[in-house]
């Protein structure tokens, strides 16, 4: 058996939390926190246990980031798991303050679609201790298991939806008003956004894509680069202009040692991010803009810590990270966010028009874009080449910075230095319904929404936002992604990626993966590339690496100037330009490779 340190981090996943009733007063609700025992088994099942924790609070978006936290970790973790067993247990960490402030009942139900029969409520009676109060059992345990066989297999026509959705509500069981209505919330909504084909062998657990590098975090918290390395973006304690085309590991602070302790990785041109497990930030490569946020403009070879905005500490308490063309963002554990380096179009957020660059990090204002105001409640985030978006816990999106091809989705090609919030497809409301955002995307933007629909903005000159058509017109109000014969909506998906360039890509619930935009050097992997095969503007599916078949079992998708898949049997899959290394097959050429190949040394 192999143990799992716990888990405080709290991930990054799309999520969706909604409330009813929420006019009335919850004095008392359990909040689901994000304190897990994870122990992953050598048959590859996933054991998570939840400890719920009364808190007085009266603010229900509190409540819905806490229950968010417990979804993103089973969603992080479960995606390596062949089957998924999760373990309720209240546990009261102040029993004598519950018995004297809880005035309601209260249950937290787990329900899932694909768990079967699911008894999976915890209830609690009003002035007690609720760790000696449960009705499920002594033990206090409620075991919900997600195995293989309710996976849909390759090729199920049914199979449209994400895997499973699981979703925690919480209701107070006695009536806290006159009108004897009993005050419930849906705490938060998780749609899988990862498929379960088989044990996850590799120690690969997370890919990104720079311009001309790559990157991999594996699982004993190390990272892998190889690529370009002309700003020391690589980590090995140079800056070459040597082509390194098999992975090697990222250095730590002082050169000597490597990189330990990381739970996330974000790439953007030349720059590179990484998240380690104490919510601190580590950056390095180039920093002509201040983008690794260490309040200089030198680029750095070995990782560095971004400092907080005073420049006397560390940015702290991150839970999130995401790296723009030349900027920085990261999200805290209270749903602000921070950003860094360039703002020449605003994609800081500050609404400073007169400061072209942070070398510290700064919070990004809400939608008054006054002094003081700061974007709250933020679930995800996601960097462009010169622009920055943000979901939030409502399923909607804002944006900010760049805007001259309509990529902030607001109806004008307006630069915005302070969020705004994407509109819906007629301009008159606000997109809606989101769990997920694309990043990445040099002047276009991508977004998931709960149907597993695919809705794109922006740039269109290459045919990335799939719409059937490639023009330079400004698309700004979100359009549908087509599916791959033109005449209906790409469905069943699962994760999108709008690549650091002008090529799209999208996860489907069946492992599959597919691509549009620019292709002339190979990147959407179809078998085709040059001047016979510049772009496809509706999706089409990624090959295998014979070209025969489809490229199948992906649960991680990545794209620069070329593209990146991992598979859940451990092998990682590369395609489209090499001309540095970046594909990490051995050798660099200027040849395109249309097909996938596999990345050696991982």
């Not at 992953?40 to 054991?47: G, H, I, K, P, R």
């Not at 990529?407 to 997109?431: C, F, H, I, M």
């Not at 597919?514 to 599916?541: D, F």
Request: hydrophobic share 35%; net charge neutral; proline share 2%.
């Amino acid at each position: 058996m192999i143990q799992r340190e716990k888990f405080r981090r709290r991930f990054r996943v799309p999520f969706r939390a909604s409330s009813a009733n929420c006019g009335f007063t919850l004095l008392e609700m359990i909040v689901v926190t994000a304190v897990f025992a994870l122990v992953l088994t050598a048959t590859s099942e996933l054991f998570i246990t939840i400890y719920s924790v009364a808190k007085k609070t009266n603010n229900i978006r509190k409540i819905q980031q806490d229950a968010r936290y417990a979804l993103e970790t089973i969603s992080r973790e479960a995606r390596l798991a062949k089957s998924v067993t999760i373990n309720t247990k209240s546990e009261a960490t102040n029993p004598n303050q519950i018995k004297t402030k809880s005035k309601d009942d209260v249950e937290i139900t787990f329900s899932c679609n694909a768990c079967g029969t699911v008894d999976g409520t915890i209830k609690m009676t009003k002035g007690t201790d609720p760790a000696q109060n449960l009705t499920s059992s002594a033990t206090a345990i409620k075991r919900f298991e997600i195995n293989d066989t309710q996976v849909a297999k390759e090729g199920d026509s049914n199979n449209i939806q994400p895997f499973f959705k699981l979703t925690i509500e919480a209701e107070a069981k006695e009536s806290s008003d006159r009108t004897g209505t009993k005050p419930k919330i849906t705490l938060g909504t998780l749609i899988s956004r990862r498929n379960y084909y088989g044990t996850q062998t590799s120690q690969v657990k997370k890919i990104a894509a720079g311009y001309y590098f790559s990157m991999a975090l594996d699982s004993s918290g190390k990272v892998w680069a190889w690529g370009n390395n002309n700003y020391g973006q690589l980590g090995i304690g140079s800056a070459d202009n040597n082509d390194h085309s098999s992975p090697l590991k990222v250095k730590d602070s002082t050169g000597t040692g490597e990189l330990t302790g990381i739970v996330d990785i974000a790439t953007g041109a030349y720059h590179a991010l990484a998240l380690d497990s104490s919510g601190k930030v580590w950056a390095l490569g180039n920093n002509g803009y201040g983008q690794l946020g260490d309040n200089s403009t030198t680029n750095r070879w070995y990782p560095v810590k971004v400092k907080d905005s005073a420049g006397t500490g560390e940015l702290s308490g991150i839970v999130a990270i995401a790296a723009g063309g030349w900027h920085s963002l990261a999200l805290d554990s209270s749903g602000k966010v921070w950003a860094w380096g360039n703002n020449g179009y605003g994609e800081l957020g500050d609404n400073k028009t007169s400061n072209p660059i942070s070398k510290l990090p700064v919070r990004v204002r809400d939608s008054t874009g006054n002094a003081g105001t700061e974007l709250s409640g933020i679930v995800g985030i996601g960097g462009g080449d010169s622009h920055s978006f943000a979901l939030d816990s409502s399923g909607k999106v804002w944006d900010w910075g760049w805007n001259d091809r309509g990529q902030l989705g607001d109806n004008s090609t307006t630069n915005r230095w302070y969020p705004v919030k994407v509109k819906d497809s007629a301009g008159t409301d606000e997109l809606s319904g989101i769990i997920g955002i694309g990043g990445g995307g040099y002047g276009h933007s991508l977004a998931l929404d709960s149907s597993s629909k695919v809705w794109a903005w922006g740039r269109n000159e290459y045919g990335q936002l799939g719409i059937g058509s490639a023009d330079n017109n400004a698309h700004s109000l979100p359009l549908k992604v087509k599916d791959s014969a033109g005449t209906g909506e790409l469905s069943g998906i699962i994760t999108i990626v709008s690549s650091r360039m002008w090529h799209s890509l999208a996860l489907d619930s069946s492992g599959k993966v597919w691509a549009w935009g620019y292709n002339y050097e190979g990147q959407l992997g179809i078998g085709t590339a040059g001047a016979g095969s510049p772009y496809k503007m509706i999706p089409v599916r990624v090959k295998d690496s014979a070209g025969t078949g489809e490229l199948s079992k992906i649960i991680e998708i990545a794209g620069g100037y070329h593209t990146l898949a991992l598979d859940s049997d451990g092998k990682l899959w590369a395609w489209g330009y090499n001309g540095k290394g970046q594909l990490g097959i051995g050798s660099a050429d200027e040849n395109y490779h249309p097909l996938p190949a596999q990345v050696i040394g991982l």
